[in-house]
DNA sequence: TTTAGCACTTGACCTCAAAGAGTGCTAAAA
DNA sequence: TTTTAGCACTCTTTGAGGTCAAGTGCTAAA
């Protein structure tokens, strides 16, 4: 990219840009004259018009109706949106007041991305997501078998990723404490290392054997072990400063906003869209770019959060079309770069094995 | 009360009941042609003008406008809520349809609830909550320390509640098999059955002196501990089904809507609202009611979850003033007693020590 | 190629009158 | 004493009509 014109000329760029900012700030169709008044460009509004009627025509304008002036499509966005992701590649600056609203009682990644969600939400006044997203081929690295009483154990699995998870299991019958050790003994030998599709009959009849008169502990225990890969493949989703998106004319149809809410409590279509990140850096699906129709008027903005080079969150924001993507973009890298700091202590970027090489743009 | 009349003949109670009936279907204000289309009174028109006239006088009914039918007021709702709690108090049927429904792959209680919730929500068609609400003098039962590797481990705590909780504590120095061994023993001598305000200063000296050279090992160790009791402390709350608020006019004020999903979002509130429920049964709070402000146009209705006579959990609808209240407390009270059916296996309704007796309807 | 000017279109907004719903009150009926 | 019929009154809702301002497209001149 870098110097590929879009087939526009320099002045079309400078009024489609002023159409954009002025959209983005006042929510209303922009008129001739008032890019005129901006003074950006040195001509009369009888010339921007002219440009304007071209650029509808190119698709980067629309026009409400006959007589008003100009919003920006889909295209227009894109267009602008990809200008300025050049400009915000590698930002890396600011980051320090970022960091210090993030840096209180931060430990657990989980609680991170919360936080930055809401810092996200209130930094662009959009609505805030986090997202703990689909890691697949998850393998546990540790069990610990915690006895609670004598029907009932809690299972402490470490992931490979160094997520802790519990689950409580409940025995069909009482057990003893050897048998316990045994179990997970032979969980900590036998299942370490292997993925859910992993985890096969033999495996499971294997370990049944060897527990002898213990067997009925081996059901309930990989029970356990799937929920828990299962749970983390689902990923988790947090919204914060859902209210705000109230503050935008676009949603003041009920029925729009009601089906945008409804979308985003179901998580699925949500967690699917981000988890397939096109890039892993900042991505933004303007419109039907999406293809969760309900958005088809909102705007997504997300980054994939890395350690080590997998992807082990996202966060962003959801807003209108017509979002400040300039203060959007700016916000969202900077508080991905700082959460990459926290979690990986010094070395926060890391040269991509596979990543694709560099990304100095 | 079974007889209290509340001053009311029995006709102003009919009128009372069909309009309050009346104006939760429409949402408009009742008109006296209504009602007597609905004849559930033989009188005329004028005789239920006249009726409607002194209720309104005593503070039941209220008029937007002169020329307006009558709404009921907050006074009007909780007279016929009162009434209707008489009726649900002791209702226990239809159980079976909601049992099944919530019977999907339940086995911890975060996730029964969260799945009450949304059936809360999708049975009224309002908002649903659940909550695992604040749960004062919790206190550790047990602990294990499990090693990540030599300067993080794994800290599972099981309360007194029986719920298990990790925590990952990253130490200031590499560490010892032994010393993490020695730790636990001590921790788990001398932190167990203390509540949060229990462990003093002193406490904490002697365990760093029991350590000795390890005594880097106590602080991280017992800020897990805080951590974990505040978390529990703080309760979580769940929200399904937001959207529907909107399809409720109450909620067309943009204003109001935001200011209701901020004060939903921000948890603090509405967490101390139900955690401290006026009755073990079900609680009704109508419009300004609840002490919170934002709320005076809507209503509240929950339910704790009990076992073994502590509350382990709420779960509750929120909807406009003009909630289908009848729907709403059967609703309610039906999962509720689900739930309890579930967490406290067989010996659902034990008798209780101050809840009062026998449940057969 | 740019600009000035003008006719035209269109949604936003205001006013006004009519329609409709529902009331309170009075006087007659039960 | 209670209920009812009838009527005048009040207030909101709705729609038509008219004005206004914004912004355009087009033409002709610079």
């Known amino acids: 990219m870098g110097n590929y014109t879009g087939g526009l000329s320099e002045r079309k760029k400078l009024i489609l840009k002023a159409v954009v900012e002025a959209h983005i700030e006042g929510g209303e169709p922009v008129g001739s004259k008032y890019i005129v008044q901006s003074n950006l460009l040195s001509c009369s509004s009888a010339t921007i018009r002219n440009e304007m009627a071209e650029l509808e025509q190119l698709g980067y304008l629309e026009q409400p109706h006959t007589s008003a002036g100009r919003v920006p499509s889909e295209l227009g966005y894109r267009f602008y949106v990809d200008s300025l992701v050049e400009q915000y590649a590698n930002t890396t600056r600011d980051i320090v007041r970022i960091n210090q609203l993030l840096k209180a009682k931060m430990s657990e990644l989980d609680q991170i991305l919360e936080t930055a ?30 006895s609670i009483d004598n029907r009932n154990f809690a299972m402490v699995m470490i ?21 316990l050790a045994r179990l997970s003994e032979l969980i900590n030998s036998q299942i370490c290392g292997l993925g859910a599709d992993m985890i096969t009959l033999p495996i499971i009849m294997q370990l049944e054997n060897d527990m002898a008169e213990n067997a009925f502990l081996v059901n309930p225990a990989i029970k356990a072990v799937y929920e828990v ?30 089906n945008l809410l409804g979308t985003l409590e179901n998580q699925d279509e949500i967690l699917e869209l981000v988890s397939d990140p096109q890039s892993d850096e900042i991505n933004v699906l303007i419109g039907s770019e999406s293809p969760v129709k309900v958005m088809n008027n909102s705007a997504l903005v997300f980054k994939p959060i890395k350690k080590n080079g997998r992807t082990v969150g996202v966060i ?11 203060k959007v973009l700016k916000t969202i ?26 990304d100095n743009g």
């Open 229 to 258: 890969m299962n749970e983390l493949d689902g990923g988790e989703l947090r919204y914060s400063g859902l209210n705000r998106l109230l503050d935008y004319p676009e949603y003041s149809d009920t029925q729009h906003l009601s």
């Open 117 to 146: 969600s809401k810092l996200a939400s209130s930094l662009t006044n959009y609505t805030g997501i986090a997202i703990k997203p689909k890691v697949s081929s998850v393998t546990m690295a540790k069990f610990e078998l915690v």
């Open 159 to 179: 992931t490979s990723g160094g997520t802790v998870k519990t689950k409580k299991v409940k025995t069909p019958a009482a057990y003893s404490p050897d048998a």
């Open 333 to 358: 890298v900077e508080i991905g770069v700082s959460i990459s700091n926290m979690i990986d202590g010094e070395r926060a970027l890391k040269q991509g094995e596979d990543n694709g090489g560099d």
């Open 316 to 326: 962003g924001v959801i807003g209108p079309r017509r979002m400040d993507y300039k």
